[in-house]
C-alpha cells in the first residue's frame, strides 16, 4: 500500500492525536479521534507499477489532491502488468464485501462478473451530458452494461504497435516502410540476426505473448477477428486461425529465450537498451520511453509502426474505475471518478501515460509526438477493435484461459493442440458471449 504525501500527512497528525491524547487527555481524547473519524480517504487499486505507469497515476492522483486537500488517498498497487494478479485480488477484497473505493478495470466485459454479482453502484449521473459529447461512441457504450452506465474511461490505449530501436534498424539498413507484411518483417530479423543481433524481438511473461499472438490474430483480418470475439471460431481447423499460430511460431523463433522472466518493461526494456529491434506492445511502453523513465525523443532513438497487416486497425484497451457498492467513502468514489472522467483529470495522467484521452476535446500541446500521432491514426482508421487479453473483447474466463493456452504454445509450439484448446474452450462457455461485436 502507498500512501500520497497528504495522506502520510493525515496519518502523521492521526498518530500524534492519537498518542498525545493518551499522555494528556485520557481516554476520552483518544475515543474522539479514532482513524475512521478523523481520517476522509480515498482507496483506489490499480497495477500501475512500471516507472511510466507509476508518474502517471501519480500526476491524476495530485489533481484529485489539488481540488479535495482534504481526502488522504491511499493508492494500494499490485504488481503485474495487464491486471492479471489484480484480477484475483480484488474479486475476493469485493466478494467479501470489502471492496476499496474504486479500482481499476478494463472497459467491456471485464466488468461483466461485478455487474452480474450486483457488485457495482449505477454511475449514469457522472455521466452528463457534457461528458457525453465529448466521449467517443465506442468507448462510451464499453462503459454500459444493462443500458445504464457503471464505469468511467481514463484513456485509450493502442496494442497494435511495434516499438523498435531506431539505431538497430539504421545501421542494418531496415527501412519500416517495407515493414508491412510478415515475410518482410521475418526477413528484417533475419538481417538482424546475420548483424549479430541475437535476439531481434523481445518478449516478456506470460501475457505479453498472448498480446503479441492477439495482434497477429487481428492481421488475419477483422471478419475473422470479429468472428473469434463472438464466439464463432469453434473449428480446431479454422484456416485463419492455424496461420496465425504458425506465424506466432516463427515470430518465436526470434524471442528472447529468457521471456518467461520478463516483465512487460524488462521486454521494452530491451529497445531502450539495443538489445532487441521489435517489441509489440501496447502503447504504455511509451511511458517507459519518455520523459518518465528513458527519456527518449520519439522519431529519434526510438519510433513505432503498426503491427505488420494491421495498419488500418486501431487495437483498444481501455482503463475505467467504478464505484463498487458498500464503499467505505462513497463520496470519495464519485470524486475520484469526477477527476477522473475530467479533462485536468486526463491531460495529466495520459501525456505521461502513453495513452490518447478518452476525451476528444484533450489539450494536445500537453502530448507528446507519439501520442500526436496516434491521435490522427484514431481518428482515421477504418477498423477499432477490443482487446481480449486486456479484457473488453471477450468473457474474462476466455481472456484467462487464452493466456494459458498460448503460454504453453511458447514451450510446446503444437499449433493443432493449441487451436483445439481454443475452439474447444470458446464452445465450453459459449454462453457467455452476450456481447455481439459489430467491428467491419
Ligand atoms: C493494460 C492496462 C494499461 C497498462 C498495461 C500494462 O492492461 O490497460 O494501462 O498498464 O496493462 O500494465
Keep these: 500500500m502507498e500512501l500520497s504525501s497528504k495522506a502520510k500527512f493525515a496519518i502523521a ?28 480517504a480515498l482507496e ?30 491511499i493508492q494500494s498497487p499490485v504488481s503485474g502488468g495487464a491486471g492479471f494478479t489484480m484480477l484475483g485480488v480484488i474479486k475476493s477484497l469485493v466478494l467479501a464485501g470489502e471492496a476499496p ?25 457522472l455521466w452528463t451530458d457534457e461528458l457525453k459529447a465529448v466521449i467517443p461512441d465506442v468507448v ?64 516478456g511473461t506470460t501475457w505479453t505473448a498472448a ?34 499460430l504458425g506465424i506466432f511460431e516463427t515470430y518465436l523463433g526470434y524471442v528472447n529465450p529468457d521471456h518467461a522472466d520478463l516483465t512487460w518493461d524488462a521486454a ?8 532487441s529491434a521489435f517489441n509489440i506492445m501496447g502503447d504504455w511502453a511509451n511511458g517507459e520511453f519518455g520523459p518518465a523513465v528513458a527519456n527518449y525523443t520519439f522519431g529519434v532513438e526510438y519510433d513505432t509502426f503498426a503491427v505488420p497487416g494491421t495498419a488500418d486497425m486501431y487495437s483498444l484497451t481501455i482503463d475505467c474505475f467504478q464505484h463498487p457498492k458498500n464503499v467505505a467513502h462513497p463520496k470519495n468514489s464519485d470524486r475520484w471518478l469526477e477527476v477522473v472522467a475530467s479533462k485536468a483529470g486526463q491531460d495529466a495522467f495520459n501525456p505521461i501515460k502513453g495513452s490518447i484521452s478518452a476525451r476528444t476535446d484533450a ?24 482487446s481480449i487479453v486486456h479484457g473488453s473483447g471477450a468473457p474474462e474466463a476466455f ?42
Excluded at 13 to 40: F, H, S
Excluded at 220 to 242: H, P, Q, R, V
Aim: proline content about 2%; glycine content about 6%.
Design 101 to 125: 473505493d474504486a479500482f481499476q478495470m478494463h472497459a467491456g466485459y471485464e466488468g461483466y462478473p461485478y455487474y452480474d454479482a450486483n457488485l457495482l453502484e449505477k454511475i449514469d449521473h
Design 140 to 203: 462510451e457504450s464499453m462503459n454500459m452494461f444493462g443500458g445504464h452506465y457503471y464505469s468511467m474511461p481514463v484513456n485509450i490505449h493502442r496494442n497494435n504497435i511495434v516499438w523498435y530501436s531506431t539505431k538497430l534498424l539504421d545501421d542494418n539498413n531496415i527501412k519500416v516502410d517495407d515493414l508491412t507484411t510478415w515475410t518482410k518483417f521475418f526477413d528484417a530479423c533475419d538481417t538482424l540476426k546475420t548483424a549479430g543481433v541475437k535476439y531481434p524481438i523481445s518478449m
Design 399 to 440: 481472456k484467462v484461459k487464452l493466456s494459458d493456452i498460448i503460454s504453453a504454445f511458447v514451450e510446446d509450439k503444437d499449433a493443432e493442440e493449441a487451436a483445439k484448446d481454443i475452439t474447444d474452450y470458446t464452445k465450453e462457455i459459449i454462453d457467455e458471449y452476450t456481447v455481439i461485436w459489430d467491428l467491419a
Design 268 to 275: 521494452t526494456s530491451m529497445i531502450i537498451n539495443n538489445e
Design 44 to 73: 483506489i487499486y490499480h497495477w500501475w507499477t512500471s516507472g511510466g505507469e507509476k508518474a502517471a497515476v501519480d500526476a491524476l492522483v495530485d489533481v484529485f489532491i489539488a481540488e479535495y486537500p482534504d481526502v488522504a488517498v
Design 363 to 386: 489539450d494536445l500541446t500537453k502530448y507528446g509526438a507519439y501520442q500526436k500521432s496516434a491521435v490522427d491514426d484514431f481518428k482515421k482508421v477504418t477498423y477499432m477493435y477490443p
Design 211 to 244: 498480446h503479441a499472438f492477439e495482434q497477429i490474430a487481428a492481421s488475419m483480418g477483422i471478419d475473422f477477428y470479429e468472428d473469434w470475439i463472438n464466439g464463432k471460431i469453434t473449428s480446431a481447423t479454422d484456416e485463419d486461425l492455424l496461420d496465425a
Design 13 to 40: 497528525i492521526l498518530v500524534t492525536a492519537i498518542v498525545v491524547g493518551g499522555v494528556v487527555g485520557g481516554i476520552t481524547y483518544a475515543v474522539l479521534v479514532t482513524p475512521e473519524e478523523k481520517l476522509d
